[in-house]
């Protein structure tokens, strides 16, 4: 198990690392809460269309996914703090002005980065296997 978690923890590490041209801000964003293509394209559509409010129907016919992987992409988005979903609609709401900010920076890098910014979100592990081997480590007081 050792050798399972030094590899996600490897693979995590070079996830955060700032790729060339991307700054650190976004490469935190990107590893702490965007786990997709998808949902880095959800978070951007919904910035740039703040006063709208969105169904995962609507979402879903813009991001070219279906409406149940729209629905998941952006119920995950609210549970990370970006989006807030009122009455089966959701709009975009980061939970605070430095969030907001890691965006904005986000949506900057996507406009002149947006190949190693892909790259980036496809190196990381994914959310399951991290949190597998989360289960694997030994906390401090357990």
């Not at 629905?71 to 990370?80: E, M, N, T």
């Amino acid at each position: 198990m050792q050798v399972i978690t030094n590899t996600l923890e490897c693979a995590s590490r070079a996830s955060t690392m700032p790729a060339k041209g991307i700054p650190e801000v976004v490469s935190r964003l990107v590893a702490e809460r965007i786990d997709s293509v998808p949902e880095l394209e959800a978070i951007l559509l919904l910035r740039n269309h703040r006063s709208r409010a969105w169904t995962p129907e609507d979402a879903a016919q813009r991001l070219y996914v279906s409406s149940s992987n729209a629905a998941q992409i952006l119920a995950a988005l609210v549970r990370r703090g970006i989006l807030k979903r009122n009455h089966g609609h959701y709009r975009y709401a980061p939970e605070d002005e430095q969030l907001e900010a890691a965006i904005d920076e986000l949506a900057a890098a996507y406009a002149s980065e947006l190949i190693a910014l892909t790259h980036m979100i496809h190196a990381k592990p994914s959310r399951s296997i991290r949190e597998f081997a989360d289960a694997f480590r030994f906390r401090k007081g357990k």
